[in-house]
């Protein structure tokens, strides 16, 4: 799976959009750009993932560039409750599933 | 739904005891996964299973064991604590079908002394 790279941290102001950086220069064709966040103590949550159209759900929207070498994580409206730690992951869809974390962006939010 | 269960939630061993961390899932997801954490760090795999009868090494297997008999349950077993293994344990899982990425469970703080 190809490596990513993304900022220790960043910091957001509540209510503002907050929008997370992640390289992925090396990616293939087959990859999947996964993100995952990681509030205080708690297990992981997933939180979006795409091939190389944007993608948008109910928590945030993922924009791939064209060339797929970098992706942005956009919380909209960011809340005090999106402080965490935040994942990219690059991986092949299929098989077993596996995930490679590193060690993410911390995110926090002031209010 | 439950979700991904763990217990216990805290331990503290001592060096050379053993212990099995139990992981159960109710959403019949045939993947299932343990990772470890420590301080400051990203998650690494222990050990992972696509199905019942199968398991698999991942990237940190060493001092641990698995077993994987039913879908729903995936322990992790200890069998000669040591310091290096204090740590977060967290299980997840997941199936190829789902588009909702790995469900992880709340983790257990493993401390050895």
Known sequence: DAKTTQPTSMDCAEGRAANLP?????????????????????????????????????????????DRKSSTLILPHATLRDTAVYYCIVRVEGGSEKLVFGKGMKLTVNP | NAGVTQTPKF???????????????????????????????????????????????????????VSRSTTEDFPLRLELAAPSQTSVYFCASTTASTRSGQYFGPGTRLTVL
Not at chain 2, 30 to 51: A, C, E, F, H, T
């Open chain 1, 22 to 66: 992640c390289n992925h220069s090396t990616i293939s064709g087959n990859e999947y750009v996964y993100w995952y966040r990681q509030i205080h103590s708690q297990g992981p949550q997933y939180i979006i993932h795409g091939l190389k159209n944007n993608e948008t759900n109910e928590m945030a929207s993922l924009i791939i560039t064209e």
């Open chain 2, 11 to 65: 331990r503290i061993l001592k060096i050379g005891q053993s212990m099995t961390l139990q992981c159960t899932q109710d959403m019949n997801h045939n993947y299932m996964y343990w990772y470890r954490q420590d301080p400051g760090m990203g998650l690494k795999l222990i050990y992972y299973s696509v199905g019942a009868g199968i398991t698999d090494k991942g990237e940190v297997p060493n001092g641990y064991n």
